[in-house]
C-alpha cells in the first residue's frame, strides 16, 4: 500500500454551472418590490409604464404577476415586447419560465389598458378597464366615422400605422371593445389563444383606411396588404 503523497490535493469532483439566457435585453416589472427599483431582475421597476419607458435592444419587458392589478394606461413604443407571467417562456429540455400567475392591468375607464404601437407584441395578460366614468376619444378626424370614438373603457387600442401586431395568451374582459385597431397603410396581426369575453360591444373590432375592399367587422375598409391570423380564441 502506497500511501498518497502529502503534496497531491484529493480528487473532487466537479460541476460547472451554464448561464443561459432565454430572454435577452429584458426589463423587468413586479408592483410588489420596494424601492425605485433599476429593471434588473434584483431591482424591477414597479409600474408597467416605467418599464416600457427603458425598454433597450430588443425591446423585452416582463411584467410580474402581483398581489393585485396595475392600475395603469400603458402606453407601448415601437418594436416593444410586453411579456408577462402569464405567458410561458420556453427554455431548455422542456421547461419553461413563467406560464402560471397572469398580471392585471387595469385601465380604470381612463383611457385604453394597453395603446399598443408599430411592430408591438403583448402576451399573458388580464387585461380589463373597470372605474369611474371620463371620457377620452381617439385621435384624429372624426368626422367621416360612424362608430363613437369614445375610447375611455377600450381593453387593447392601436391606431396608426401599426405594421405588424402580436396579440397571444391574454385574458381581456370587462371593456367596451376587447381590442379595437384602427390602421393605416400594410397592416398584419396575429390574434391567437385569448379569451374575450364580457365586453360591452366588439370582443375585437379592427378597422382601417384604404383604396380596396377588405373589411373586417363594422369599420371601414382595410387596405388590400392587409393580413389576419385570427385563430383558437
Known amino acids: 500500500h502506497n500511501p498518497r503523497p502529502s503534496n497531491t490535493p484529493p480528487s473532487q469532483s466537479s460541476r460547472q454551472r451554464l448561464a443561459l439566457s432565454i430572454l435577452p435585453d429584458v426589463v423587468f416589472v413586479d408592483g410588489d418590490a420596494s424601492g425605485?427599483?433599476?429593471?434588473?431582475?434584483?431591482?424591477?421597476f414597479s409600474t408597467v409604464q416605467q418599464g416600457v419607458d427603458s425598454a433597450f435592444g430588443l425591446r423585452n419587458v416582463y411584467v410580474h404577476?402581483?398581489?393585485?392589478?396595475?392600475?395603469?394606461?400603458?402606453?407601448?413604443?415601437?418594436?416593444?415586447?410586453?411579456?408577462?407571467?402569464?405567458?410561458?417562456?420556453?427554455?431548455?429540455?422542456?421547461m419553461a419560465y413563467g406560464g402560471n400567475?397572469?398580471?392585471?392591468?387595469?385601465?380604470?375607464?381612463?383611457?385604453?389598458?394597453?395603446?399598443?404601437?408599430?411592430?408591438?407584441r403583448v402576451s399573458g395578460?388580464?387585461?380589463?378597464n373597470t372605474g369611474p366614468s371620463y371620457?377620452?376619444?381617439?385621435?384624429?378626424?372624426?368626422?367621416?366615422?360612424?362608430?363613437?370614438?369614445?375610447?375611455?373603457?377600450?381593453?387593447?387600442?392601436?391606431e396608426g400605422e401599426l405594421g405588424n401586431l402580436t396579440l397571444t395568451h391574454n385574458l381581456i374582459e370587462g371593456c367596451s371593445y376587447g381590442a379595437r385597431l384602427e390602421a393605416e397603410g400594410n397592416f398584419s396581426l396575429r390574434f391567437e389563444?385569448?379569451?374575450?369575453s364580457y365586453n360591452d360591444r366588439d370582443g375585437l373590432r379592427v378597422s382601417g383606411y384604404g383604396s380596396e375592399d377588405l373589411l373586417l367587422g363594422r369599420g371601414t375598409p382595410l387596405p388590400e396588404t392587409t393580413t389576419f391570423d385570427v385563430v383558437l380564441n
Open 36 to 44: 425605485p427599483g433599476n429593471g434588473s431582475a434584483e431591482h424591477p
Open 135 to 158: 371620457e377620452v376619444y381617439a385621435r384624429g378626424d372624426l368626422s367621416d366615422r360612424t362608430e363613437p370614438d369614445l375610447v375611455s373603457r377600450v381593453g387593447i387600442y392601436a
Open 193 to 196: 389563444n385569448n379569451i374575450v
Open 65 to 94: 404577476a402581483v398581489s393585485g392589478p396595475y392600475n395603469e394606461n400603458v402606453v407601448l413604443s415601437p418594436n416593444t415586447i410586453l411579456l408577462g407571467s402569464g405567458y410561458p417562456i420556453a427554455g431548455l429540455g422542456g
Open 101 to 120: 400567475s397572469i398580471p392585471i392591468v387595469d385601465g380604470m375607464n381612463l383611457g385604453p389598458s394597453i395603446t399598443m404601437a408599430n411592430n408591438t
Open 125 to 128: 395578460f388580464h387585461i380589463r
